[in-house]
């Protein structure tokens, strides 16, 4: 069955540094892959799409990369800031279903 | 202007009650979701509607019934809550295919059952 795993453990960094965020996927090739952000007690809020054929994709200061061959997403947040803390989720599409990861917590201390 | 909108935002009942969840969105997509987000915060499909057709119907228990009256509506019926279904309950919507917009969801509907 679909697996996709994202750092269970909470990531602290200090404010300004880079914070980088895993995703890793099993058995399937998505077409497109998104991250999320959640905040406590809110739904979640679409970050960035980023396709199969493309290697990269930023936003201001986010970047995402997808690897099919590593079948790996890591996302980037250069410049870190306090108001980043939050939790960070990926979902990839199956069959018309976003199937989720359980979400990295990123904590970004001043 | 709220773009996804659900009611109630907090749910508490007892074991055996039949409750609904509301959810409205503004934003004129074809698309609208259910989603539950059990305890360990993974969020999980439940069901999909395209323009008030049912196209995603996960393993869900058939005491949940979606209904879909028109397409910015789509509204959740629980029947005899089990203990199970406490989770906070996530209502989002999406253009045809997802098409590269990503979803929209709403503030969630948190359920507790005693």
């Known amino acids: 069955s679909q697996k996709i795993e994202q750092n269970s453990e909470a990531l602290n960094i200090q404010e300004g540094k880079t914070a980088t965020l895993t995703c890793n996927y099993t058995?399937?090739?998505?077409?497109?892959l998104q991250w999320y952000r959640q905040d406590p007690g809110r739904g979640p809020v679409f970050l960035l799409l980023?396709?199969?054929?493309?290697k990269e994709k930023r936003k201001e200061r986010l970047k995402v990369t997808f690897d099919t061959t590593l079948k790996q997403s890591l996302f980037h947040i250069t410049a870190s800031q306090p108001a980043d803390s939050a939790t960070y989720l990926c979902?990839?599409?199956?069959?018309?279903?976003?199937?989720f990861g359980q979400g990295t917590e990123l904590s970004v201390k001043p | 202007d709220t773009a996804v909108s659900q009611t109630p935002k907090y749910l508490v009942t007892q074991m055996g009650n039949d409750k609904s969840i509301k959810c409205e969105q503004n934003?004129?997509?074809?698309?609208m979701y259910w989603y539950k987000q059990d305890s360990k915060k993974f969020l999980k499909i439940m069901f999909s509607?395209?323009?008030?057709?049912?196209?995603i119907n996960e393993t869900v228990p058939n005491r949940f019934s979606p209904k879909s009256p028109d397409k910015a509506h789509l509204n959740l019926h629980i029947n005899s809550l089990e203990l199970g279904d406490s989770a906070v309950y996530f209502c989002?919507?999406?253009?045809?295919?997802?098409?590269?917009?990503?979803?929209?969801f709403g503030p969630g509907t948190r359920l507790t059952v005693l």
């Open positions: 989002a919507s999406s253009q045809d295919g997802d098409s590269g917009r990503g979803q929209f």
């Open positions: 058995n399937y090739s998505p077409a497109y």
């Open positions: 980023i396709r199969e054929n493309e």
């Open positions: 979902a990839l599409v199956r069959e018309g279903k976003l199937i």
């Open positions: 934003l004129g997509h074809d698309t």
């Open positions: 509607y395209n323009n008030k057709e049912l196209i």
